[in-house]
C-alpha cells in the first residue's frame, strides 16, 4: 500500500476534502475514508475520543486509503509526536498565534533538520507499508503540518507563521476567528470581517507557498471557500453526517421528498 501523498496532489492544484471525526469510534473513520474522502481528521482538541480510539482510527483510515490526520489537542504537544508515530500523515495544531509558536510546533512534528521529531515510528511502518529508510527519507514531505489560525492575534502575525520553516500550511478555524475578530460578539464565519480575513489568509499562503486550508460548517460553505482559494476543505462533522443520512434515509422509508 502506497501513502498517500497530499502535498503531490495539493502542488499539483487538486482541492482536497476531508471528512472530521469527533466521536470516539475507530470505525468511525474507517467508514468515513471508505465513502471517498481524501483524508479523515481525527479532532483530538474537541473530540472525545482517547489514544486508542485515535490509534485505531489512524489504522481503519489509512487501510480504506485515506489520509488520516490528527489535530492535537491544546497544549499537548507529546501528541504531535505519537500521532504521527502512529501514521498520520497531518497535523494540526490549534491556536498558533505567532512564528515562535509555530516554530515549536514544527520542532515537534518535523525530524532533524527541520525539527526535533524522535524516531519510534514503528506503528507509522506498519500502517503505511513503508520500510525504515523510506519513512525516515520522507516523512518531513509527506507529513504535513498545518498551524492553526484562528485569531485576531495570529491574523497579525500570518506572514511569520506561514514562513516559518516545517509549517506546510495554515488551517483556518473559522468560528474561533469569528469570535475573536467580534471580540465574543458571534460565531459566525459568514460576517464581512471574517470573510476579508480568510481572503487575506489565502493570499498570504500563496505568496508564502503553504497550503491554504480551513474547516466548513457547510457544503455550501466549502464551496465559497474554495472558490477563495483554499485547496484543503474539511466539511463539518461526523455526527452531522449521521444526523443528515438518518433523515435522508427515515424520509425514504416514508416516501417523503420523493
Not at 466521536?23 to 481524501?38: E, K, Q
Amino acid at each position: 500500500m502506497a501513502a498517500p501523498d497530499l502535498k503531490s496532489r495539493l502542488a499539483a492544484g487538486e482541492t482536497l476534502y476531508s471528512a472530521w471525526v469527533t466521536m470516539p469510534c475507530a470505525d468511525i473513520a474507517g467508514a468515513l475514508a471508505r465513502s471517498g474522502w481524501d483524508a479523515v481528521v481525527i479532532d483530538m482538541q474537541h473530540g472525545y475520543g482517547d489514544f486508542a480510539s485515535l490509534r485505531d482510527g489512524i489504522a481503519q483510515a489509512a487501510a480504506a486509503g485515506a489520509a488520516a490526520m490528527v489535530r492535537i489537542g491544546l497544549g499537548e504537544d507529546g501528541l504531535t509526536g505519537r500521532a504521527a508515530d502512529c501514521g498520520a500523515l497531518g497535523l494540526i495544531c490549534p491556536m498558533v498565534n505567532s512564528g515562535q509558536e509555530a516554530a515549536s510546533f514544527a520542532r515537534t512534528a518535523k525530524y532533524p533538520p527541520l525539527g526535533q521529531r524522535s524516531w519510534a515510528p514503528m506503528r507509522a511502518l506498519e500502517v503505511l507499508g513503508m520500510e525504515r529508510e523510506d519513512y525516515l527519507a520522507r516523512a518531513n514531505e509527506l507529513v504535513l503540518s498545518f498551524a492553526m489560525v484562528e485569531t485576531a492575534l495570529a491574523l497579525k502575525h500570518i506572514d511569520s507563521i506561514c514562513s516559518t520553516p516545517g509549517i506546510d500550511g495554515i488551517f483556518v478555524g473559522p468560528n474561533d476567528l469569528s469570535v475573536s475578530l467580534t471580540k465574543g460578539a458571534a460565531a459566525d464565519p459568514a460576517r464581512p470581517e471574517v470573510r476579508q480575513a480568510l481572503g487575506q489568509i489565502a493570499r498570504k499562503c500563496a505568496a508564502h507557498n503553504v497550503v491554504p486550508g480551513i474547516f466548513a460548517n457547510t457544503p455550501e460553505l466549502a464551496r465559497i471557500y474554495r472558490e477563495m482559494g483554499f485547496s484543503f476543505i474539511a466539511v463539518a462533522s461526523d455526527a452531522k453526517y449521521l444526523a443528515a443520512g438518518s433523515k435522508a434515509m427515515l424520509d425514504a422509508a416514508r416516501g417523503e421528498g420523493a
